[in-house]
C-alpha cells in the first residue's frame, strides 16, 4: 500500500508557472505508475498526464502537452508536475494516483489504486 500527499498547490496568474510534487509513502514506489489528475469547478476529474515506473513513458493530455511535464523521482518517492504557462482554465483540484499493476500509466482513472487528498490550483486572468 502507499499513501500520496500533494502539495504545491496556489493562486497564480495567467502566464505563471508551478510545480506541484506528490510524496508517496510506504513501499516500493518504484513498482508504482503514477498520474496526474485535476476537477475543475462543476466538472468531471480528467486525466492530465502519467508516468510509467521508470519514467521513461510520460503520456499528457492534448490541453496540457507542451506546458506540463510529469517526473519522478524514485529515490525520493516523489512525482513532479511542473505546469508552465498556466491558463484560467487550468484552474482544478489536482490529484495525484499510483498504480500498482501497470508499468505503464493510464489515462483511466479506474486503473488506479491509491489517490492523494488534492491539491488546489487556481488560475486568475
Known amino acids: 500500500q502507499v499513501q500520496l500527499v500533494e502539495s504545491g498547490g496556489g493562486l497564480m496568474q495567467a502566464g505563471d508557472s508551478l510545480r506541484l510534487s506528490c510524496a508517496a509513502s510506504g513501499s516500493a514506489f518504484s513498482t508504482y505508475a503514477m498520474g496526474w489528475f485535476r476537477r475543475p469547478p462543476g466538472k468531471e476529474r480528467e486525466f492530465v498526464a502519467s508516468i510509467s515506473r521508470s519514467g521513461f513513458s510520460t503520456p499528457y493530455a492534448d490541453s496540457v502537452k507542451g506546458r506540463f511535464t510529469i517526473s519522478r523521482d524514485n529515490a525520493k518517492n516523489t512525482v513532479y508536475l511542473q505546469m508552465n504557462s498556466l491558463k484560467p482554465e487550468d484552474t482544478a483540484v489536482y490529484y495525484c494516483?499510483?498504480?500498482?499493476?501497470?508499468?505503464?500509466?493510464?489515462?483511466?482513472?479506474?486503473?488506479?489504486?491509491?489517490w492523494g487528498q488534492g491539491t488546489q490550483v487556481t488560475v486568475s486572468s
Open positions: 494516483a499510483a498504480n500498482r499493476d501497470r508499468y505503464s500509466g493510464s489515462s483511466d482513472s479506474s486503473d488506479y489504486h491509491y
